[in-house]
């Protein structure tokens, strides 16, 4: 293909990551005409309301509700999806890559769920299809996994990689703020996604976990093979417990691969102060991944927002435009080849912290250690506070099986000194 004099960009959606391409693509476009090798210029922009105030000078014309002014347009040659969800985000990505526009995206919710189609699509029309901010917002990972540490064997992927709940549970620790202000916050700061129990639920970082375990393990890995849970349950009483033991609580994306197969889950987890995942404040995500060539690597920045997510889009933007230039495609495309087995959560083995409600008399210490122990379940630590008649247990154990640990709670919920088990969290990262 000849040099193109200027590569056209259909954006689809001025919310949050629509609004920062739009001000990256302007405020520094002398730069990325440089390094793409020619200007980059939005010619129409999708979205569902025209006359909305979106805190920005937009060229009239530009803005429209009908998909086909970017669809058919031929100066377009990279439609940039950010509007979320799966339909009609799938629906319009197919349609552009088969009309031979190449996709770039943040959508992880669509990668996660349709990545496979949509990667044939793109190989099928000989187009890119790039999604770097779609897992950890302005985080370079996608990339690195899939060509930069491509050498390896990845044997682990961890990480913070949902930033609405870090800056949640940060303003909590922090601040004492509660849940429901803390989610106000980070949606005023437009982290949350449309609906924000994705976030707080752990859906999100389940979807992102199932994209990196998928490519740093060469296998399909599916939403529904990943163990969520959310932070909803963590209360004010869990972050202090956690912090009088020298722990905070983070909700964390865990991915192993190993000989029995491999591990994704996400949950809040107690991580101790002093490991680096616990200094992760704020909107900031981090991740770990471990290779048998490199070892550890880790990887931090800012995990959603406006100019941190746009940033990744619009570099994926300036590699797609150098593509076409040159007539080829870019990075390697699905590199699903194995199919690894996951393990089911009762195999999976970690510390755990228990809070108990309980009577306030003699024999219900050793009542409750004998449930433990009659379930291979030993106790590190146990702490009890005294409430009037009732008394608050908490206790760490040391690493045991997950089968093993539910098996003790089904037994300790049955005894009638026991009011409540209160809360079970997991403990990472000793
Ligand atoms: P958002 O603020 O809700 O913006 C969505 C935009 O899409 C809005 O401009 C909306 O138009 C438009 N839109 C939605 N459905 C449409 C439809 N059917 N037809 C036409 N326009 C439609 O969302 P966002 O935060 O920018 O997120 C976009 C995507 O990026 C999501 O997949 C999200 O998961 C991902 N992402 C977000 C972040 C972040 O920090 N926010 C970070 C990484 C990835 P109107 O404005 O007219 O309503
Ligand atoms: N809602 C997401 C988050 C946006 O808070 O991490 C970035 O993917």
Do not use: W
């Amino acid at each position: 293909m000849a040099a193109k004099k200027e590569i056209g960009v259909g954006l689809l959606g001025m919310g949050t990551v629509g609004r920062g391409v739009y001000r990256i693509l302007n405020d520094n476009k002398a730069g990325i005409e440089q390094k793409a090798g020619a200007p980059i210029v939005i010619k129409k922009i999708l979205v569902r309301d025209i006359s909305k105030d979106r805190g920005l000078a937009i060229s009239t014309g530009l803005l429209t509700t009908n998909i086909n002014d970017l669809l058919e347009h031929p100066e377009i040659d990279i439609i940039v999806e950010a509007l979320g969800g799966i339909n009609p985000a799938l629906e319009y990505s197919l349609e552009a890559l088969a009309r031979g526009k190449s996709v770039v995206t943040a959508n992880k919710d669509m990668i996660a769920l349709h990545g496979k189609e949509l990667f044939a699509a793109a190989e099928a029309n000989k187009r890119d299809l790039f999604f770097e901010a779609s897992v950890a917002g302005g985080i370079p990972i996608i990339r690195p996994l899939k060509e930069c540490l491509a050498a390896n064997r990845i044997t682990q992927v961890i990480g913070i990689i949902n930033g609405t709940t870090n800056y949640m549970l940060t303003r909590m620790t922090g601040e004492g703020l509660g849940f429901e202000q803390a989610l106000r916050e980070a949606q005023a700061m437009g982290y949350a996604e449309a609906d924000p129990s994705a976030d707080v639920e752990g859906y999100d970082a389940a979807r992102k976990l199932a994209i990196l375990a998928s490519i740093a393990f060469n296998t399909r890995v599916s939403l529904d093979q990943v163990h969520v849970e959310g932070v909803t349950r963590i209360t004010a009483e869990d972050i202090a417990y956690a912090a009088n033991l020298n722990y905070v609580i983070k909700l964390l994306g865990i991915a192993r691969d190993g000989a029995d197969g491999i591990e994704v889950r996400v949950h809040p987890a107690l991580l101790p102060k002093t490991h680096p995942l616990a200094s992760v404040n704020d909107v900031f995500n981090a991740i770990f991944v471990t290779g048998d060539a490199v070892g550890d690597v880790m990887f931090y920045g800012r995990g959603a927002g406006e100019l941190p997510t746009a940033s990744a889009v619009t570099a994926d933007v300036m590699n797609a435009a150098r593509n076409l230039t040159h007539g080829c495609t870019g990075m390697i495309g699905c590199t699903c080849f194995a199919e690894k087995p996951v393990k089911s959560m009762g195999l999976t083995s970690t510390e755990y912290y228990i809070r108990l409600g309980v009577a306030d008399k003699p024999g219900v210490l050793a009542s409750i250690a004998y449930i433990f122990g009659k379930n291979d379940v030993s106790l590190a630590s146990v702490i009890q506070h005294t409430t009037g008649k009732a008394a608050e247990l908490i206790l760490i154990t040391h690493e045991v099986l997950e089968k093993n640990l539910q098996e003790a709670l089904k037994g300790i919920k049955e005894l009638p000194v026991v009011n409540e088990v209160s809360n079970m969290i997991r403990v990472e990262g000793h």
